[in-house]
């Protein structure tokens, strides 16, 4: 499995498609917490927000790097579409930390603030959880299910639109509501984690859904 991330990263790598997501990424994020100077539960909550479309952007130009013959001799090697798909799940997780990583410094960069544990703690929940729900959408979206890209794309940003404007229904936009009216980091931690939970089962039954259609189209 991690040789199977090592290529799929180096792949992306050398085609470059990762450089309109992360770009995107540390743009919104300095737009965002610039000169910001509040608390920092509601920042982490922008990092959040930015975090969603760009690992669904991520994951989608990762599941369209190769043609399908070429997915194919992957399968094969790799000894399972499963196996093939776990490690394209893993491969935009890993890029994610990466990002959320950034996404605790920059804003105390860009802002003034003098961050707790409990702090970082928060943020790193609520990125990665808007990272796994971005994971799915872009899971769902991509090539695998969908062979006209056009309908791939439509479909992720309805979803994108879902879950950050579902009112009362969709996990990111409570937590995003929650995060603006909780000053207190370490009484928003046991919610997160609960919505971290929530969007790590999402995730799996995102790749689950992939992999059951992906397989049909093969």
Request: aromatic content about 6%; overall charge positive; charged content about 10%.
């Amino acid at each position: 499995m991690i040789a199977l991330i090592r290529y799929m990263s180096t792949a992306l790598l050398l085609s470059q498609r990762y450089l309109a997501p992360l770009l995107l990424f540390f743009a919104l994020v300095a737009v965002l917490t610039s000169s910001d100077a509040g608390p920092l539960p509601a920042t982490y909550g922008s990092v959040a927000a930015a975090m969603l479309p760009c690992s669904a952007w991520l994951t989608m130009a990762l599941t369209g790097l190769e043609n399908q013959p070429h997915r194919s001799i992957v399968v094969v090697n790799a000894g399972s579409h499963f196996r093939v798909l776990l490690a394209m799940v893993g491969t935009a997780a890993v890029w994610c930390l990466l990002l959320a990583a950034a996404g605790l410094v920059l804003p105390l960069m860009f802002g003034t603030h003098r961050p707790g544990l409990a702090d970082l703690a928060l943020g790193a929940e609520v990125q990665l959880t808007s990272a796994f729900t971005g994971i799915t959408i872009g899971l769902v979206s991509s090539r695998l299910v969908f062979r006209r890209q056009g309908y791939a794309l439509v479909l992720a940003l309805v979803l994108l639109l879902a879950v950050l404007l579902g009112k009362g229904v969709s996990p990111i936009n409570i937590m995003l509501t929650r995060l603006q009216n909780a000053p207190d980091p370490a009484n928003a931690l046991m919610p997160t984690s609960a919505l971290l939970a929530f969007a790590a089962g999402l995730l799996a039954v995102g790749a689950a859904i992939t992999q059951a259609i992906s397989r049909r189209n093969a």
